[in-house]
């Protein structure tokens, strides 16, 4: 009796119970067909899905093909990008360097030294063989050094012409004229002239000049107070919305020393019928946007 194992034994006889039923079943034409109604049915059922699980499979494997297609084709064309720079960094001259350097300007491991007498450097923008009937007026000399002194800023570093290009780029007022005056309501202008206007469109493209010139510094370079500015214009521009250049009243009285007083305030609405500003109200905040 120690090796008797009930839950085997009780196992067993579900088993031979389930065969009992099954053998019942079958003795009954009724439930043979039953029986076989129900194989022909989970039959079919499994054919469906091997269809199914087949089509699936194809689908994958055209997915799949065509991502690694995709995929080595931006891999060719970022090779080609690569191979394009290079070949440029190679073959691009740089005039202000030419192949019989003075030795002053290496090193003691033999390369080139670009902030060793930096000062004394041959600029001339042309070839010391060349004969005085053949030399460049004054004029072309002095565009071609100014190329060059460029090209150097780059090289050292130097982000002035960056800077001065940057500015450039911030979209400021067009200046109004008299025949834009007159096409202003009456009502409107008051006794305002072109000269009043362009005044305050002075004020405020001097404002954005100041705004995005200190925007476009690294924080790290700002004094407090421009950084406490810094951080309150990132929180307005995710309310008026990205790459949308604005200022506020408070702007224009900081950074043009101009007051925004009830004649500016007239003016404003002057040069939104001018399409030179619009205006947009958030949070109780007065945005003003260049067209």
Not at 26 to 47: A, F, H, M, R
Not at 162 to 177: A, E, G, N, R, Y
Request: aromatic share 8%; charged share 25%; glycine share 4%.
């Amino acid at each position: 009796m120690s090796n008797f194992d009930l839950e085997k034994m009780v196992s067993t006889v579900d088993n031979l119970s389930t065969c009992l039923d099954v053998m019942l079943c079958l003795k009954n034409p009724e439930g043979g067909k039953e029986i076989l109604g129900t194989y022909e049915k989970l039959d079919s059922l499994v054919i469906s899905f091997d269809d199914q699980i087949s089509t699936l499979k194809n689908v994958l494997i055209k997915e799949k093909n065509a991502r690694q297609t995709y995929f080595q084709k931006q891999v060719d064309e970022l090779k080609m990008i690569v191979d394009r720079c290079e070949h440029m960094i190679t073959n691009i001259p740089l005039n202000s360097f030419h192949t019989n350097e003075p030795e002053h300007l290496f090193n003691q491991n033999g390369t080139k030294d670009f902030k060793v007498n930096m000062n004394n450097m041959s600029m001339s923008p042309v070839a010391s063989s060349w004969t005085d009937m053949y030399s460049p007026t004054e004029t072309t000399i002095h565009q071609n050094t100014m190329s060059n002194n460029t090209m150097m800023s780059a090289i050292m570093g130097h982000s002035k012409f960056h800077t001065s290009k940057q500015i450039l780029d911030t979209p400021l007022l067009k200046l109004v004229d008299n025949d834009e005056m007159n096409s202003v309501p009456k009502y409107m202008k008051g006794r305002l002239n072109s000269l009043n206007i362009n005044t305050v469109i002075d004020s405020i493209n001097k404002a954005l000049e100041n705004k995005y010139e200190i925007l476009r510094k690294p924080k790290s370079s700002l004094k407090k107070k421009d950084l406490d500015a810094y951080n309150d214009w990132k929180i307005q521009q995710s309310t008026v919305g990205q790459g949308q250049y604005f200022v506020t009243a408070e702007d224009i009285t900081k950074y043009s020393e101009t007051k925004v007083d009830k004649t500016t305030l007239n003016i404003i609405p002057i040069l939104r019928h001018l399409k030179r500003l619009k205006e947009s109200r958030v949070g109780g905040f007065v945005f003003y946007l260049p067209y």
